[in-house]
């Protein structure tokens, strides 16, 4: 069974950052590609970020160059800096194996204006 564990979630002010964690156990992470979306009130979820098991990132065109998505495989983790938040950043984020049905429990994201 594969469990996906997220933290570093919270609330910030505008412009500035967080760091989410996912920890992944059970499966083979670093044979996997790895995923952030995000569900934001009254909005269907959408991807974030990618990661392949390479490392090779690739973002929602309004994150690019606010948001790095990275991954240590030693760690079984993924992570997902955020800086220059803003408020329509607020959502709840999950992680994901992408293609997978294993998501994260997701962790709450509040940007304040």
């Known amino acids: 069974q594969v469990q996906l564990v997220e933290s570093g979630g919270g609330l910030v002010q505008a412009g500035g950052s967080l760091r989410l964690s996912c920890t992944a156990s059970?499966?083979?992470?670093?044979?996997?590609?790895m995923g952030w979306y995000r569900r934001a009130p009254g909005k269907q979820r959408e991807l974030v970020a990618t990661?392949?098991?390479?490392?090779?990132?690739n973002y929602v065109e309004s994150v690019k160059g606010r948001f790095t998505i990275s991954r240590d495989n030693a760690k079984n983790t993924v992570y997902l800096q955020m800086n220059s938040l803003k408020p329509e950043d607020t959502a709840v984020y999950y992680c994901?194996?992408?293609?997978?049905?294993?998501w994260g429990q997701g962790t709450q994201v509040t940007v304040s204006s």
């Open positions: 994901t194996l992408v293609g997978s049905k294993y």
């Open positions: 059970g499966s083979n992470f670093r044979f996997a590609a």
């Open positions: 990661i392949t098991s390479g490392g090779g990132p």
